[in-house]
């Protein structure tokens, strides 16, 4: 199915931390128009691509997007209008040899994956067909991915002591998707009135999550695993099971993770999770170390990968190339997936094809910084890959992916849970 783009345009819009974002309109020759939302992140890898930002300290502290919209108007509006597209990694090489450079810095990762992502929705549109059933590869089978509920936020994405910066429930031996956000909510529920009743506060961190000020991380456990009994469920992988994302290149310094007052080695801190794992019912772990510690990544996967899935987010990054390494280094067993991290919809998904085909899992992911864009939610239904994260069952913007969720479910038989 060909696409005929007439026009491409943006706007600056607010994200959910009132930052400014692109919304990018994207216009065909049959008069359909469709939309994408542009989400951003706070502990980002250092080989992401690169957001461009203005920089002009009169204008939101210098985080106005301008610049990136004015490049979707002008140079990538120059670029694809008028012209007839075969399909979407034909649009996404287009951007990636318009910009010209590794990082996608020059036009701007915000205003490049914008533009992908509402050409996937052309695309969609253009075969008729809903969006996750255009993103589904050849020979996989779409399902409802489990959700991974953010329900305790530290970090950089809450101003309290904890260092590890989300812990996450997922209703991995839920029947069925809307039986598992029905968990997520009433296990966030359950979680309220604990923390309220033993005098914390229960005001809320960037993706919903509740921001306690607790410092140990086995102290958030404990108060997980009594919510997830409190609210009817049975903690574990049959019920309602734990992850964590500690983000932990945000606190490792000088060669060592600072947690909880304490400057831990890397070995010291794989036994914390060893520690972890034994006593608490979590199964999953996202950057348990730091982007630059390549050794220690390798000496967690030995000694916990048989037993849990091990993450990598900002060491990955979603790139491809950068994946590849680290299947064959064997650092981890499974990809976070960004698709601003790496900027363009088709090299997101080729990302997802390294890591099928070796084997390893997938988490789709939001940003901390989003907007009311569902985009993920098909992502992860059409690629079939069992796994989404995105923030807490509350605040629209985290809502809004699970609630798609639900529909996509409700009007189809697609199977629900882990791949
Ligand atoms: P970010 O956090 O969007 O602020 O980068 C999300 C994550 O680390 O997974
Ligand atoms: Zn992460």
Redesign the pocket.
Known sequence: MELRIASVGAVEILDSRSRPTLAVFLNLADGTTVRAGVPSGA?TGTREAVELRDGDPARYGGKGVLRAVGNVAGEINQALTGRTFADLAEVDQQLIDLDGTDTKARLGANAIVGVSMAAARAFAAVAGVPLWRYLTPDGVTPRLPVPHFNVVNGGAHAPNSLDF??FMIAPVGAPRFAEAVRAGAEVYAALRQRLARAGHATGLGDEGGFAPDITAPEDVLAELVAAITDAGYRPGRDGVAIAL?P?ASEFYRDGRYHVAGQALTAEDMISRYEQMVARYPVWSI??GLAESDWDGWVGLNDRLGGRVQLVG??ILVTNPAIVTEAINRKIANAA?IKVNQIGTVTETLQTMGICRQAGWAQMV?HRSGETEDTFIADLATGTGCGQLKTGAPARGERVAKYNRLIEIEAGTRLPYGRA
Do not use: I, K, R
């Open positions: 502990s910066q989300e994302d983000a996202e950057d987010d900002d976070l992911s």
